[in-house]
């Protein structure tokens, strides 16, 4: 009788030392929001993905700053990819402390656009979407509107995707996170 309770006990203590330990969840937004058949590349062609249902592909034209970037149909939101060009010093490894330090980087970039407009909502999330480790914040644009940065690591490049919110009145912040799921759970 003993043996077998030490043994349920060991079992759960282990089951609670494995999960525990287990740094990357699934995202506090869903990925399930219907895409299109559509793929657009990004400007570097490193990688594609899949178009929401009522969004198009943006060209920008003034700058060339975006690796991607895609409208929905009535301009009430965006969502565009960087490319984050690091050295190798900040990137040495390659785990969770590498989407650390890239949050990191991006959070000081985004304070830096934004002075003292900037304001950080939530706690950082750290997930998965179809494998590809992802680290996000939700944050206040100058214009008060809500938005979302997401960094990964995609085929040896480093990316930043940044949801905004361009009228609250036509879209939610769930809404266009979920969106922003599920294009990244595309991305190849």
């Known amino acids: 009788m003993k043996s077998k309770i030490s043994k349920i006990l060991f079992s759960f203590?282990?089951?609670l030392i494995i999960s525990s330990c287990s740094s990357i969840k699934e995202s506090v937004y869903d990925s399930n929001?219907?895409?299109s058949s559509e793929?657009?590349?990004s400007v570097s062609e490193n990688f594609s993905i899949k178009v929401p249902f009522g969004w198009y592909s943006t060209v920008d034209n003034e700058n060339n700053s975006f690796?991607?970037?895609i409208n929905n149909n009535?301009?009430?939101a965006a969502i565009t990819f960087i490319n984050i060009n690091t050295d190798e010093e900040l990137m040495q490894s390659k785990n969770i402390n590498e989407l650390k330090t890239l949050l990191n980087y991006s959070k000081i970039v985004k304070k830096a656009e934004l002075g003292a407009n900037y304001k950080e909502l939530e706690y950082e999330e750290y997930?998965?979407?179809n494998t590809i480790p992802c680290a996000a914040l939700v944050?206040?644009?100058?214009?008060?509107k809500k938005g979302r940065i997401?960094?990964?690591e995609f085929n040896g490049h480093y990316y930043e995707s940044t949801a905004t919110i361009l009228n609250e009145d036509k879209i939610n912040e769930k809404d266009l996170f979920v969106i922003q799921n599920s294009i990244l759970k595309t991305i190849y």
């Open 39 to 41: 793929r657009v590349k």
């Open 33 to 35: 929001f219907p895409l």
């Open 13 to 15: 203590i282990s089951f």
């Open 74 to 76: 009535d301009n009430s």
């Open 150 to 152: 997401i960094v990964f």
């Open 139 to 144: 944050f206040i644009n100058k214009e008060n």
């Open 127 to 129: 997930f998965e979407l």
């Open 67 to 69: 690796e991607l970037w």
